[in-house]
C-alpha cells in the first residue's frame, strides 16, 4: 500500500520552530518530487516547498528565508524545517509525492492525511 505519513506539528509560539517529516512506505520517494502543501481554515490549499529528485529546492515568497526542504532518501523521509514561526503558517500541512517540480497541487498523485500546526501565543 502506498503511503505518505506526515508528522511533527503541534502548537508552538511565534518564532518558534518545528520540523515536520514526510515518511514514505510501499514506495521509495528516490525518483519523485515531494511538496508540502498548507490548508488554513477557511483558506483554499496552497503550495509551500517542493524538492525535486535531485534536491532542487522552491519556496512560496511567504516562507521563504524562514523554511527550508530536504530529503534523505535512505530513511525514505523528506523533512520541512520551519523556523521563525507566524501565526499566519496556522494550518493543516500536508506532503504529496508526484513527478513535476511545481508548487501547483494538481500533478500530484499521493498524498498524506496532514499534521496540524498552531502558531500562538
Known amino acids: 500500500q502506498l503511503q505518505l505519513v506526515e508528522s511533527g506539528g503541534g502548537l508552538v509560539q511565534p518564532g518558534g520552530s518545528l520540523r515536520l517529516s514526510c515518511a514514505a512506505s510501499?514506495?521509495?520517494?528516490?525518483?519523485?518530487?515531494i511538496g508540502w502543501f498548507r490548508q488554513a481554515p477557511g483558506k483554499e490549499r496552497e503550495g509551500v516547498s517542493c524538492?525535486?529528485?535531485?534536491?532542487?529546492?522552491y519556496y512560496t515568497v511567504s516562507v521563504k528565508g524562514r523554511f527550508t526542504i530536504s530529503r534523505d532518501n535512505a530513511k525514505n523521509t523528506v523533512y520541512l524545517q520551519m523556523n521563525s514561526l507566524k501565526p499566519e503558517d496556522t494550518a493543516v500541512y500536508y506532503c504529496?509525492?508526484?513527478?513535476?517540480?511545481?508548487?501547483?497541487?494538481?500533478?500530484?498523485?499521493?498524498w498524506g492525511q496532514g499534521t496540524q500546526v498552531t502558531v500562538s501565543s
Open positions: 524538492i525535486s529528485s535531485n534536491s532542487l529546492t
Open positions: 504529496a509525492a508526484g513527478m513535476v517540480v511545481t508548487t501547483n497541487e494538481r500533478p500530484y498523485e499521493f
Open positions: 510501499g514506495f521509495t520517494l528516490d525518483d519523485y518530487v
